[in-house]
């Protein structure tokens, strides 16, 4: 369990790198693109499907940026 809060708690700062570094020059950030990416980085990552998608949201919306749901098998909705 212990593993996994770590692992959970790293996996939430590289979405928060994320979002700061793409607000610099984007004001949509793309869920796919976003999860591509952090994947790179954190393979095993600890979230998936709509749980991943609403973590990076939600750091999204705390930055004033805009949503694009664009993984396949989640809504394509914007926000």
């Known amino acids: 369990m212990f593993t996994d809060d770590v692992a959970v708690r790293r996996l939430k700062i590289l979405v928060q790198q994320?979002?700061?570094?793409?607000?610099?020059?984007?004001?949509?950030?793309?869920?796919?693109?976003?999860?591509?990416?952090?994947?790179?980085?954190?393979?095993?990552?600890?979230?998936?499907?709509?749980?991943?998608?609403?973590?990076?949201?939600?750091?999204?919306?705390?930055h004033g940026l805009a949503v694009l749901f664009d993984n396949p098998g989640t809504s394509g909705t914007e926000i």
């Open 18 to 62: 994320y979002v700061e570094t793409r607000k610099k020059r984007h004001d949509v950030i793309s869920t796919a693109k976003a999860g591509t990416a952090i994947r790179e980085v954190m393979p095993s990552c600890p979230l998936s499907g709509e749980a991943f998608d609403d973590l990076i949201a939600a750091c999204a919306i705390e």
